[in-house]
């Protein structure tokens, strides 16, 4: 990255406050960065560095108190600006492979403009593939599923026939779309498995991580809706729906037909009964265990689930149920005591 | 799918009560179902919807009052009527693909009749894949490793060497059979790994979720018997034996040894202890842990594990431990209180 | 395998009671053993079964009586002295393959002496293969990876790019190194992803279980460090340091920045929460939820985690709550009985 003050400013729509054709290459700590660097602070904890700092320029908070001279250029979020600054910084140009010799295309599979299908991917019958986008080796692409413009599957990502994924997405390594729900009826002793004839659609700009599994729907679809982003590990049954914006991080297991709203938040190893309904921007800490709905909004911890607050004392006493029967003992044997001049 | 009402009822053993040769092609709900579809009616406080019902057929329960005029088929289980039906319904005629020329077969595998390998899918030295086996691009057997006639190995499913796999099996995309178990003696500072030199034994009818991973033994098998079920991110520690028709619902995690009798049923995200027993048709709540073995029969919740019931109870005083340290609390201030007037 | 009582001895440096040159051919267990096996006696309850003990020799503790006549090897740790000899008689000599020509090997790698790159295995431009390395069908190096000497990589191993792995390291099916940290900085609606640009470090002799997913760090490195054994289905997050020798069972999940020192042990199903650190020798038991940082040597055990001696008592306590509750109860009661006396 080679760019000016002002160019930065004008990418993060932030107000400059120093020389605009100061050109700046490298993205350091706010105690590392030297002349040629951007630095940012984000917590106002560390504007005791400040005074010393050496760097081209900082990204700091709006209302941001600064040495003189130290050029800065004040934006809302100094980490978003950051984020956005390296973004830039580190994207390479794309330049498309095309399809790979060793690359394996069906008959019938509609590729877009300006794709990458790597060596040893596999796009089956009828697959539509849009422009631009990356399959990467050992990727499977099922008959007639469909992938979105820019969107890039990395290696032996598998999905299933039918299954959609939206545009721009990015679907990390060893991640399964489309496999059958978990669906299976009584016939005495055996277990008569129920067609899953649904799909998965998976909407735009949403981003999963390492060895996800998303399981088709038994009718209709499972919907993961734009912008979701999950953490790796991450379990969806069967005709559940992720509403935009919602974060699930690892480990997290969501049973079939449960929904959630929009910018739903779910901890680390979380895992959700079916059935259930989690409102608009509700969270669930880590590890808890779900088997009502939510209400939108509310902050839920713990197995049974109940609001993070009560949780929070609650798990403090659990420590000290030893300490609590004794105390129980000591009351009883109390009254016994007690009882006794009363006799 | 295109049936007359007499061809429907024998699939099903059921008893119709309407015309022979009405012709059903569709399957639908019982508020959509027009005259050309089969719908089904499993839960009684549906009953309400019959007299407005336009379905060419609806599959109901033995004991079930219809309105006169309404097409039926009696049967015990409408739901698993649906299911067959829907299968019927949905099944595709098996057309065998052969040996796609992009796939890999090693010299010394024996290959049945009416396989289909996939391009990019691996056979190794001395594997014997049966008649009618489907393995799909990614795919990967092992050496010596045998899958059973009219078994599916979906994209990327790995089958270590020398693992064997049943009849009519569907193993879904990413899941790993016959990885080394977890086995190592501590050697000083290091932990030396011990040989795991057994295999993993797959009987007939069994369906694997995606992603699930089923360590080899030790020495001997680690088994998995005939029509068991499980759903995604299933592990399975070396040594381990899963009896008939048990159901491991998604991210159950169990360690090495532990044995499961027939039709056992853990929910999700349970884990259990190494080198113990669950019998017969014992079911364990979601997200429960198990440490000691867990007689036939018996339904076990929490962590750790108690009775189902009992953890009903206790799960809901949880959150009432605040509410009972201040009652302790007030019992100790009253019995200080009470004491004054007797010293 | 053949070897002599002798060459036993000297390849665990054990004290031989018998005969130097008698030849032992198989492994079995005490009972079953005959004059050609080696049998082992590591738990002293069993020495019950010496007498009886048919086998050519027994492995057994230095201090351990043996009937006369049976000719014995004394090692410090049987155990051990039986993995090492099934480690021998198990293993069989390396036949490099070179490399399939249905495997890709992109322009600008650089491959060792010796190796075997299966068929369909997949080799980055600029990666670089140690000598001896096996990458078995699925195998996915990533441009500018490097795999160390002796290091096998099982089929659908999927290492990104610029991701590294020491020597003799084994990594089982399915696993996924070097996938982006889950890294979003919020902007209104939407997450705004943060590059990850930094890398994963393996080192030497480390050996993890299938479907791991071993997350890059946002910058720098997330670190395995030699001697880390994991079980299947382990997820560590970005940034995070595993320490020397440490023990990962099945399905932990181990969040952002965490740092691990030497040998710890962590059960199966444990989540640990991001920035803590886990001192060197701390152990804790499965399922745990780890908020906090633990000093070293500690075991610790529970959601939320304390001691685990605390956690033996604790969890007893918690399915007597509904005794405790009735006790409170029946005191409260009892008060008020004994007040109306005072009245």
Avoid at 102 to 111: D, F, K
Avoid at 320 to 334: T, W
Wanted: glycine share 14%.
């Amino acid at each position: 990255m080679e760019a000016t003050l002002a160019q930065l400013a004008a990418l993060l729509g932030g107000k400059l406050e120093g020389p605009g054709d100061r050109v700046v290459s490298g993205i350091k700590g706010i105690e590392e960065a030297g002349a040629q660097d951007v630095a940012f602070l984000a917590n106002p904890k560390y504007a005791k560095a400040l005074p010393a700092c050496r760097a081209g320029v900082v990204l700091v908070r709006l209302e941001q108190k600064v040495p003189d001279g130290l050029a800065v250029i004040r934006v809302a979020d100094p980490y978003l600006a950051y984020a956005k600054i390296l973004t830039q910084a580190t994207a390479k140009p794309y330049v498309p492979l095309g399809v790979h010799e060793r690359a394996v295309v069906e008959p019938g599979a509609a590729l877009g403009r300006d794709v990458s299908v790597h060596a040893l991917a596999y796009v089956g019958e009828g697959a539509v593939i849009g422009d631009r986008v990356v399959l990467h080796s050992g990727v499977h692409v099922g008959a007639g599923a469909r992938v979105g413009d820019g969107t890039v599957l990395h290696p032996n990502v598998v999905l299933y026939h039918g299954c959609l994924v939206g545009k721009r997405c990015i679907i990390h390594a060893g991640t399964v779309i489309g496999s059958d729900g978990y669906g299976f009826v009584p016939d005495g002793e055996r277990h008569f498995k129920i067609p899953q004839i649904g799909i998965v659609q998976i909407d735009d700009d949403v981003e999963l991580g390492a060895n996800n599994t998303i399981d088709r729907a038994a009718t209709g679809r499972t919907w993961i809706q734009s912008g979701v982003k999950t953490d790796n590990m991450v379990h969806v049954a069967h005709n559940c729906v992720v509403g935009e914006h919602s974060l699930l991080v690892a480990q997290v297991g969501i049973s079939g037909s449960t929904k959630l709203g929009r910018k739903v938040v779910l901890g680390g190893q979380v895992g959700l009964s079916g059935h259930i309904t989690i409102g608009d921007g509700a969270m669930v800490g880590s590890q808890s265990g779900v088997a009502h709905s939510i209400e939108p909004g509310q902050i839920m911890s713990g197995t049974p689930a109940m609001p993070h607050k009560l949780w929070l004392r609650t798990s403090q006493l659990i420590r000290r149920l030893p300490e609590l029967f004794d105390r129980v003992k000591a009351l009883e044997s109390g009254r016994e005591g007690s009882r006794e001049p009363l006799s």
